[in-house]
Structure formats: structure tokens, C-alpha cells
């Protein structure tokens, strides 16, 4: 059980848009903001898509936006591509004595 | 451009020992907080542990304290995690990353490690 809850999956259709959610605590998403996300598609290694909440690395697309309220982070997609298939997990720093979790991932599929 | 390459990953059986090794390369490394972070086959990321830029700060996940050993080399620009008592549910593929700031802006593709008799 993931110390961050994610829906296991959320599809659109081409050029729609999806938000994905990540709930956490006070003592993670809610009291830092330290939430990043990553981006994983098959066989391949995570990729930074979001760091502390909002930012974007630079090469990263404008389609992908992250925000927080209370407890709970999102990842909105926007304009979505085939190519954004993929499986997308949510991390933040954590209070507790195991410093960093992750979420369960969520496996978006594009229509 | 950034490279991290992960090894030392393989069969091994329970109570076993194993040393990964990741090699960077196209960055300062000694100037990085370094993570290794794991996936067990189907399921989602777990971070292991990380390390400060001189090796004096080191964390782990509660479930590997006492068993594995995070370190660093900074003049051979390499990361380790030494893994000992090895269990059945330490199989996974484990990921070098770099920490930037509070994110890992940086991930090799990763050594699978399996722990079966």
C-alpha cells in the first residue's frame, strides 16, 4: 500500500484534457511543497515531469501542469497525445522516517 | 549530457549479499545528493535510500536500515548500495537518480535485482 493515493488509471481522447490526483497528508503533500512528478513509460526509466508542486523542468511541455490544494496535488495534461501514454507517478518529501514516498502510479490511456 | 549507468544486479539467493554500482558521468557529481530508488516487477517506485554530497547524510527506507549501505566515490564519480540479508521482497529493479533539490531530475535505466532460491 502506497503512502500516496493515486487512481489506478484515467484515459482521454486525443486533444482533451486529464487531471490526475495524488492525496497525501499534512506530513507530505500537505506540509511541504515538495511534490514532483514523473512520467514512466514501458520498460524505460521514470522521467521528471513536475518538481516542487508547479515547476517544469526545462525540455518539458507547457501541456503538462501541476498544482496543490490542502492535502491533494494534480497533474493536468493538456492537449493530450498519443505519445503521453504512459504510467505517472506523484512523490513528496515526508516528515515521517521514510523521507520520501511515492504514489501507486496512474495508467493514463489515450483513446 | 547527463548519464547515469547502473550495475552489479542478478540472481541472488535469500540472505544473500549484493553490490549495485552507478556510474555518472556529464555532471559534477561530488555537487549532487544521490538516490537509488526501486521498482519490484508490476508495481510502483519505492525510494531506498540517498546521500549527501560528502557522504555525511545518509537515509533509508525503514524496511532496508540495518541491511543496506548507501555510499559514494566522488573521485570515481560513482554511487553504491551495498544490500545484505537480501529477501525475497527486495526483488526489483533498482534506479540510480540524482536529487535536485527535492526532486530526482536524473535517472539511469535501472539493474534488476532478484532474490530467489
Keep these: ?111 | 549530457e547527463v548519464q547515469l549507468v547502473e550495475s552489479g544486479g542478478g540472481l541472488v539467493q535469500p540472505g544473500g549479499s549484493l553490490r549495485l554500482s552507478c556510474t555518472a558521468s556529464g555532471f559534477t557529481f561530488s555537487s549532487y545528493w544521490m538516490s537509488w530508488v526501486r521498482q519490484a516487477p508490476g508495481k510502483g517506485l519505492e525510494w531506498v535510500a540517498n546521500i549527501r554530497q560528502d557522504g555525511s547524510e545518509k537515509y533509508y527506507l525503514d524496511s532496508v536500515k540495518g541491511r543496506f549501505t548507501i555510499s559514494r566515490d566522488n573521485a570515481k564519480n560513482s554511487l553504491y548500495l551495498q544490500m545484505n540479508s537480501l529477501r525475497a521482497e527486495d526483488t526489483a529493479v533498482y534506479y540510480c537518480a540524482r536529487d535536485h533539490g527535492y526532486c530526482r531530475d536524473y535517472w539511469g535505466q535501472g539493474t534488476l535485482v532478484t532474490v530467489s532460491s
Design chain 1, 1 to 111: 500500500q502506497s503512502a500516496l493515493t493515486q487512481p489506478a488509471s484515467v484515459s482521454g481522447s486525443p486533444g482533451q484534457s486529464i487531471t490526475i490526483s495524488c492525496t497525501g497528508t499534512s506530513s507530505d503533500v500537505g506540509g511541504y511543497n515538495y511534490v514532483s512528478w514523473y512520467q514512466q513509460l514501458p520498460g524505460k526509466a521514470p522521467k521528471l515531469m513536475i518538481c516542487d508542486v508547479s515547476n517544469r523542468p526545462s525540455g518539458i511541455s507547457y501541456r503538462f501542469s501541476g498544482s496543490k490544494s490542502g492535502n491533494t496535488a494534480s497533474l493536468t495534461i493538456s492537449g493530450l497525445q498519443a505519445e503521453d501514454e504512459a504510467d505517472y507517478y506523484c512523490s513528496s518529501y515526508s516528515s515521517r522516517s521514510t523521507h520520501w514516498v511515492f504514489g501507486g502510479g496512474t495508467k493514463l490511456t489515450v483513446l
